[in-house]
């Protein structure tokens, strides 16, 4: 018994030393692939590099370079998401997969597989590679970034800054700046601040309409405003000026400030949210996109000098344009609407103006010299009966210059016409009572559409079709008090459809 248990501990202890064994093969299916030469050679930038210290956008950079021309068929159906993606942090795998997906993506076949593959792709672009220049490289970005958005919404955000920062970066022309809606937004919004500080160069409806597109409320939409512009106009620059006097006595802040800008100089980093590497030393420069917004670049640093809102600016705007608003259509007899909520020193400024400027309006109105026209008819008879006695005495005198009806011809006022006219007026106006006069390309277009008739003439006789209509609601605003063609395509307002067909349809032209 002994001798057996002897030998269990040696069995035991032979079994406690450990010796090479043999790893089985995987199975068929489960076999690593052969990693294609070039794959392996950009993996091994990584530790062949005189830089240890290398960053992972100058990895990126240099394993671009190296890879920029390479195409792979490997199939991989994987789905890869990753923040901040580079070749280093893909599997060979899914690193085989990019690589198949970039090459059907040159060729205009672009399939949504994740985050990371677009990302790369970007990445790729804002390097240049595979590009002739940067102008090369912003269409193919602009178009992958088109196509790409309608099958992945989410990666639009990231995109839209990137576009944006690729042609300041590159400094290629502002006008593309302005052709997605968020740059057409920003230039309206600089547009609109650079009149409002250089006011005095610019007329009263061109401030007024810088002051609409920075507030929330829309006046040039009002009811109101469409039919006394000018009053209105007047009035909004009152009461802002009067809000400036208010902001400089009481309140530390300017209300330019705090109503429509602030200027401002920041720091930015291009390309924060992406993978870059500038591909050498940063030249320093200035990338003017408008005269109140400029990137600078120094020593590699960015700034960013722009006029940028405070928050709730554009609320605190609306809140005095709807409130001012609001408290003259009971002067002139306008549909009320809801006002706003008003501190008490707004309302009491708005009110004041108010009140200032009726009163100038009717002091003015009672100054003005009315003219009787209802009298012309006698004194131009006055007229000629003095000017039959003048005639008279010539003759007496024996001067016969003149007959006696070429004398009062020649000596009548220039501002009373012969009596046979005088006569002849009122027939006119009975014809054309109410009726503007027109030139005959505005009639012709305003009997196009009354009768739903083509408008291809005016673009064939070299017209502005906009124009036309301006032209039109200008002349007719006198009659209607009110805009009577609107939209695009222009039609007639129904209201008025009738009363300008009777007019211009039916004898009365």
Request: charged share 25%; glycine share 6%.
């Amino acid at each position: 018994m002994a001798g057996k248990g002897k030998l269990g501990s040696v069995q035991r202890a032979l079994r406690m030393i450990y010796r090479d064994e043999r790893i089985p093969p995987p199975p068929e299916g489960q076999r690593p692939q052969p990693v294609p030469k070039l794959i392996g050679a950009m993996r091994s930038l990584v530790t062949t590099s005189c830089d240890y210290w290398q960053s992972r956008a100058e990895l990126f950079l240099k394993q671009a370079r190296l890879m920029a021309e390479y195409e792979d068929d490997y199939v991989y159906h994987g789905v890869v998401n990753q923040y901040f993606p580079t070749y280093d942090s893909l599997s060979d795998a899914e690193l085989r997969g990019y690589f198949t997906w970039r090459t059907a993506v040159r060729r205009g076949q672009i399939e949504r597989r994740g985050m990371s593959y677009a990302s790369l792709y970007v990445y790729e672009l804002l390097h240049l590679i595979s590009c002739v220049d940067a102008q090369d490289a912003y269409e193919k970005l602009h178009d992958f970034c088109a196509a790409y958005c309608a099958l992945d919404p989410q990666m639009g955000r990231y995109i839209a800054e990137w576009e944006r920062e690729f042609i300041v970066y590159y400094g290629l022309s502002p006008a593309l700046l302005v052709e997605s809606e968020e740059g057409e937004a920003r230039r309206r919004m600089d547009d609109a601040i650079s009149t409002i500080l250089d006011r005095a160069e610019h007329a009263a409806e061109e401030v007024v309409a810088a002051v609409c597109v920075l507030s929330s409320y829309r006046l040039e939409r009002s009811k109101l405003y469409r039919a006394h512009t000018d009053d209105v106009n007047v009035l909004v620059l009152r009461v802002l000026d009067r809000v400036a006097e208010y902001y400089g006595k009481y309140r530390q802040v300017s209300a330019f400030a705090d109503l429509i800008a602030v200027p401002q100089t920041i720091p930015v980093r291009l390309f924060a949210s992406a993978v870059f590497q500038p591909s050498g030393t940063e030249q320093d420069r200035v990338y003017q996109m408008h005269p109140l917004r400029r990137y600078e670049c120094v020593m590699g640093y960015w700034t960013l000098h722009s006029y940028e809102r405070a928050d709730g600016a554009a609320q605190r705007l609306g809140a005095l344009l709807r409130g001012l608003d609001a408290a003259l259509r009971a002067h002139y007899g306008i549909a009320e609407i809801q006002p706003p909520k008003l501190k008490q020193w707004q309302a009491k400024i708005i009110r004041e103006e108010i009140d200032a400027f009726v009163a100038e309006q009717r002091a003015a109105e009672a100054r003005r010299v009315h003219l009787d026209f209802s009298q012309l008819a006698r004194i131009r008879a006055d007229a000629d009966v003095t000017q039959e006695r003048l005639v008279v005495e010539e003759e007496e005198l024996s001067m016969p210059l003149l007959s006696p009806s070429q004398g009062k011809a020649a000596a009548l006022p220039e501002i009373f016409p012969p009596a046979t006219e005088v006569a002849a007026q009122p027939e006119m106006l009975s014809a054309a009572e109410g009726a503007a006069e027109l030139t005959a390309s505005e009639l012709r277009l305003l009997r196009a559409l009354l009768t739903d008739g083509d408008l291809a003439w005016v673009r064939a006789e070299g017209l502005m079709l906009s124009v036309l209509v301006d032209g039109l609601n200008e002349k007719l605003y006198e009659d209607f008090a009110d805009t009577v063609i609107e939209g695009d395509p222009p039609t007639v307002v129904p209201d008025y459809l009738d009363e300008l067909t009777a007019r211009y349809l039916h004898g009365s032209e």
